[in-house]
């Protein structure tokens, strides 16, 4: 019995998979509920429970933001002063960037891949 749970273990330090199926047979192991990576959104997580159940938590605003490097974060508008002397939120889902001052534009803000500029 000992094999059988030191395998279990070992997975259960990452509770994140991809689809429902790993998801679902991670959970069982692991007695724990998992997450499935592929159902997440900016305001939906998804988790398989113990039981072969899901549990979908969803927020009526965004709650995550996929980064550049496609990890997800929690949003997080706590400003940050840049390499350049502007400003800008840590996470978040329209990204914006404030002036740090002096002659330059006022913002810049980005949704949809479109950017829109204050001067």
């Given at each position: 019995m000992?094999?059988?749970a030191a395998p279990a273990s070992a997975a259960c330090t990452s509770?994140?998979?991809p689809d429902a199926k790993a998801a679902t047979a991670?959970?069982?192991a692991c007695r724990k509920p998992v997450l499935i990576s592929s159902a997440r959104t900016t305001t939906t997580t998804v988790v398989a429970n113990v039981n072969g159940s899901f549990t979908s938590t969803e927020w009526a605003v965004p709650h995550w933001v996929l980064t550049a490097d496609g990890s997800w974060r929690t949003v997080d508008t706590t400003l940050?002063?840049?390499v350049d002397g502007s400003v800008?939120?840590?996470a978040?889902?329209?990204?914006v960037t404030l002036s740090g001052g002096g002659n330059s534009v006022l913002a810049r803000q980005v949704s949809?891949?479109?950017?829109l500029v204050w001067s």
């Amino acid at each position: 019995m000992a094999f059988a749970a030191a395998p279990a273990s070992a997975a259960c330090t990452s509770l994140i998979r991809p689809d429902a199926k790993a998801a679902t047979a991670l959970a069982k192991a692991c007695r724990k509920p998992v997450l499935i990576s592929s159902a997440r959104t900016t305001t939906t997580t998804v988790v398989a429970n113990v039981n072969g159940s899901f549990t979908s938590t969803e927020w009526a605003v965004p709650h995550w933001v996929l980064t550049a490097d496609g990890s997800w974060r929690t949003v997080d508008t706590t400003l940050h002063v840049n390499v350049d002397g502007s400003v800008s939120p840590v996470a978040s889902p329209n990204p914006v960037t404030l002036s740090g001052g002096g002659n330059s534009v006022l913002a810049r803000q980005v949704s949809n891949r479109q950017e829109l500029v204050w001067s």
